[in-house]
Nanobody, 121 residues
């Protein structure tokens, strides 16, 4: 089992920045891809960004390209999501997840509890 714990969410004004962290523990494996997903009220959970632990391969949803950056700190078993130029439509619960295939949400089996990000206009 892999345990994931997100932190760093909060309330920010439009145009502001936040950095989310995801600490991985348990049976962590570098073979897993690590992703950030988000779910807004009344909407499906969508993938936002994903990366391999090496950082050699990354994926970004079109809606966040150029604004969000995913990165890893292998020594700390932590994945980050740096978010800039935030928009009200970025408001959602953000989840960290571990999966087998970088850009395939159905392969993500381990999930954190989520952290709320609210962007005010």
């Amino acid at each position: 089992q892999v345990q994931l714990a997100e932190s760093g969410g909060g309330l920010v004004q439009a145009g502001g920045s936040l950095r989310l962290s995801c600490a991985a523990s348990g049976r962590t494996s570098r073979r897993y891809a690590m992703g950030w997903f988000r779910q807004a009220p009344g909407k499906e959970r969508d993938i936002v960004a994903a990366t391999t632990w090496s950082g050699g391969n990354t994926y970004y949803a079109d809606s966040v390209k150029g604004r969000f950056t995913i990165s890893t700190d292998n020594a700390k078993n932590t994945v980050y999501l740096q978010m800039i130029s935030l928009k009200p439509e970025d408001t959602a619960v953000y989840y960290c997840a571990a999966g087998l295939v970088l850009g395939v949400p159905a392969t993500y089996d381990f999930w954190g509890q989520g952290t709320q990000v609210t962007v005010s206009s």
